[in-house]
């Protein structure tokens, strides 16, 4: 029987309270807060940031992303606080894929969520500064040229775990479980965005600060 301190049973509650966390519905509270619409009713109807700003109020889609960022990054936090008690490494791979997960289907709004491109760039950010920074910078220059979210975030996706691989020996070194969990999450990415990839190619999709009827 497990103890409260044995390093397995804290690794599973590190991987549960990490998916409690990716459900907390940051675009939904900071849209009633601030008085807003539900993101869930309009515009794509994906409560995300890139959502919210088609209200027009940058200040709540700006909260959204910082909120949605910081769950990937204080999920990896407290795992990394976890270590210190025999905590496996490979449960931090685990734990980086359960707080997006938790985004993607969240416990607190029946499992429909968002597309998780703010929670996997906390995830990075806080697993790898770097690496986080440089799939941003990617995020960014695809973004201001094209000036499709959904682009941007596929360009991203596909990079991030190249740059962990690439940057290993130099700036870190890849660990098998962290370089799985960064292709699951890229892979959920494509799958959360294939209608946007269909809407892509028909030159349907919409543009960051576009409107778009849900």
């Keep these: 029987m497990p103890t409260p301190t044995d390093p397995l049973w804290l690794g599973l509650l590190s991987i549960a309270l990490a998916y409690l966390i990716g459900s907390i519905p940051f675009a939904v509270v900071v849209s009633r807060a601030m008085g807003l619409a539900d993101p869930r009713s309009y515009g794509s ?9 088609r209200t027009g109020n940058k200040k709540a ?11 990937g990054c204080v999920a ?19 734990v980086a894929v359960a707080v997006f997960l938790g985004h993607l289907y969240p416990l607190f709004l029946k499992f429909q969520g968002g597309k998780g491109v703010a929670t996997a760039l906390g995830v990075l950010l806080a697993l790898q500064p770097w690496l ?3 799939t941003m910078a990617t995020w960014l220059i695809i973004a201001v040229f094209f ?9 991203a996706a596909v990079f991030a775990p190249l740059y962990y ?8 070194y890849a660990h098998p479980s962290i370089t799985a969990a960064i292709v699951i999450i890229s892979a959920f990415l494509f799958w959360r965005h294939r209608a946007n990839v269909t809407r892509l190619m028909q030159g349907k999709e919409s543009k ?7």
């Excluded at 109807?45 to 700003?53: D, I, K, M, Q, W």
């Excluded at 889609?61 to 910081?70: P, R, S, V």
């Excluded at 000036?147 to 360009?155: E, F, I, N, T, W």
């Design 147 to 155: 000036r499709y979210s959904s682009l941007a975030s596929l360009v």
């Design 45 to 53: 109807g994906n409560p995300g940031a890139t959502n919210v700003l």
């Design 132 to 134: 986080g920074l440089a």
């Design 208 to 214: 960051i600060g576009g409107s778009r009827k849900k």
């Design 76 to 94: 990896i936090w407290l795992a990394h606080g976890l270590s210190q008690y025999g905590v496996p490494p490979a449960i931090l791979g685990a």
């Design 61 to 71: 889609a700006i909260l959204t992303l910082l909120g949605d960022a910081l769950k």
């Design 165 to 172: 691989l690439f940057g290993s020996g130099v700036l870190w």
